[in-house]
C-alpha cells in the first residue's frame, strides 16, 4: 500500500513537470572547456531522474551484496529459532500428557537453539526422571546451569525436587545443603529440606528447623504445626527406659500449644510409662482426659499403674457410667482389676472389651489371666485370635466365658 501511494505521488508529479513543459520545453546549455551540450529543459530532467534512480538502485544492489551474509545467517537463526520453539512446545505438551520419551526426544531435538534453555532442560530432566533415567536428568540440569548460571537456584531446586521424588534422600540433602550455603533462608529450600528430614526420620534437625519455617512462611502454619507435632512425637517415641531426663526437658521445652496437642500427650504418657514414671503418666493422662476424651490415651492410662490402683480402676468405672462402655475403656478397666488382683472382674471386663471391638492388647491381657487362672487351652486360643487380629485376619466371634460381673468398689 505505501508503495502504490509513492507511485500515484510520482506519476501525478511527472503529469505536472510534462504538462508544465509542454507550455514551455526549455533550453538547456552545458559547458566544459571546449565541449558543450544543448538539450530540452525535459530532456535534462529526465537524465537527471534517469541518473539518480540508476545510483540509488546500484548503491542499494552494492549494500544488499555486502549485508547478504548477515541477513542469511539471521535467517537461518530465525528459522532455528521457531523450529526450536515448535519442538518445545510439541516436547511440553507430551511431558503434560504423560508421554515420556516423546518429551524428552522433543525438548532435546533443537534445545541447543531454544531462546528459553531453562525452561527447555529442566522440562527434559522431569521427562528423563520420570523414565528412571538419573543419569541424563542430572546432564539436562548441568546443562540448564551451564547455559543460565544465573538460576542456580532454579537449577538446584529442581535438582532436589526430582531426587526427593524418587528417593535418593541422600544425594538430596546434599543438594540441599549447597543450596543453604548459597540462600540459607530461600523458602521453597526449607520446605524441601523439611520434607527431606520427615522422610529421612531426622527429628532433631527438623524440630531445629521449625523456627525458620515459621519466620520465612515457607509452610502454611497449620502444616508447620502437624510437622512439629510429628516431630516431637517422633523423638518421644525414640526413647529408652534410660531417658527419663530427656523426656522430661523435652516436654518442658514445648510450647503450650504442643502441650495441649492430644497426639504430643499421648506420644509423651507412653514414653513416661516406658521409663517407669507411671505416677506422672497417671496424672497427666488422667488431666488431659478431664478436657480432651480420646480413647488411646484411655488405653494408655490403663498401662499407667500408679500406687493406688483401686482408686484409678474406681475413676475408670465413673467414665463408663458417664461416657458409656466401649472397647478402649473395658481394656483399661481390665488392666487395672489385674493390677488390683480382681480376678473375676479382669476377665468379665477383658471379654466385654471383645465382644465391642477386640483389640489385639485385649486379647493378650485375657490370654495372660487366663493362664495364670490354670486355663491354657482358653489362654492359646485368645493369644491365637489376637495375633491373627493384629496381622489383619479375621477371628471367630467371640463369646465370653463368664458373665458380667457387677460393679463393686475398691
Given amino acids: 500500500m505505501k508503495y502504490a501511494f509513492f507511485l500515484l505521488l510520482t506519476l501525478l508529479a511527472a503529469v505536472i513537470v510534462a504538462a508544465a513543459l509542454h ?29 539518480f534512480f540508476g545510483l540509488y538502485l546500484l548503491t542499494t544492489l552494492i549494500v544488499r551484496l555486502w549485508t547478504f551474509p548477515r541477513r542469511m545467517r539471521e535467517a537461518l537463526e530465525r ?25 524428552e526426544h522433543n525438548l532435546m531435538r533443537h534445545a541447543t537453539d531454544s531462546k528459553v534453555p531453562l525452561i527447555t532442560y529442566i522440562a527434559a530432566a522431569r521427562a528423563a526422571q520420570m523414565q528412571g533415567a538419573h543419569e541424563r536428568r542430572d546432564t539436562y540440569l548441568r546443562r540448564a546451569y551451564e547455559q543460565v548460571p544465573a538460576a542456580h537456584l532454579a537449577v538446584l531446586l529442581t535438582q532436589a525436587e526430582l531426587q526427593i521424588g524418587h528417593r535418593q534422600y541422600e544425594h538430596a540433602l546434599a543438594t540441599l545443603r549447597h543450596l543453604q550455603e548459597l540462600d540459607p533462608n530461600h523458602a521453597y529450600g526449607l520446605k524441601l529440606l523439611a520434607r527431606l528430614y520427615k522422610k529421612l526420620g531426622d527429628w532433631m534437625p527438623l524440630r531445629a528447623l521449625i523456627p525458620k519455617l515459621r519466620e520465612f512462611r515457607a509452610m502454611p502454619r497449620t502444616e508447620i504445626d502437624r510437622l512439629e507435632a510429628h516431630a516431637v512425637c517422633a523423638l518421644l517415641e525414640r526413647l529408652d527406659a534410660k531417658s527419663g531426663v530427656q523426656a522430661t526437658v523435652l516436654w518442658s521445652e514445648m510450647p503450650r500449644r504442643l502441650r495441649n496437642d492430644i497426639n ?31 480413647e488411646e490415651l484411655v488405653v494408655l492410662y490403663g ?26 475403656l473395658l481394656l483399661t478397666a481390665g488392666r487395672l482389676c489385674v493390677v488390683a488382683k480382681l480376678w473375676g472382674k479382669a476377665r468379665s471386663y477383658l471379654e466385654s472389651s471383645i465382644v465391642l471391638g477386640g483389640r489385639p492388647e485385649a486379647y493378650e491381657e485375657l490370654g495372660k489371666l487366663l493362664k495364670s487362672l490354670g ?31 457387677r460393679r463393686v468398689r475398691g
Fill in 23 to 51: 507550455l514551455d520545453n526549455g533550453y538547456v546549455l552545458l559547458a566544459w572547456h571546449d565541449t558543450s551540450v544543448e538539450m530540452s529543459l525535459g530532456t535534462l530532467v529526465v537524465l537527471v531522474l534517469f541518473v
Fill in 79 to 103: 528459522r532455528r529459532e521457531l523450529r526450536a520453539r515448535r519442538a518445545s512446545i510439541r516436547g511440553l505438551i507430551d511431558l503434560a500428557e504423560g508421554r515420556w520419551a516423546d518429551s
Fill in 264 to 294: 504430643v500427650v499421648r506420644a509423651y504418657v507412653q514414653a513416661l510409662i516406658k521409663i517407669g514414671n507411671y505416677g506422672a503418666a497417671e496424672s497427666i493422662a488422667r488431666d488431659t482426659l478431664k478436657s480432651d476424651w480420646d
Fill in 303 to 328: 498401662l499407667a499403674r500408679g500406687e493406688d490402683p483401686v482408686r484409678q480402676l474406681a475413676r475408670v468405672e465413673d467414665w463408663l457410667a458417664e461416657k458409656g462402655e466401649s472397647a478402649a
Fill in 375 to 405: 486355663e491354657p487351652e482358653h489362654a492359646m486360643q485368645a493369644f491365637s485370635d489376637g495375633l491373627a487380629l493384629s496381622l489383619g485376619g479375621k477371628v471367630k466371634t467371640f463369646k465370653p466365658g463368664k458373665p458380667r460381673l
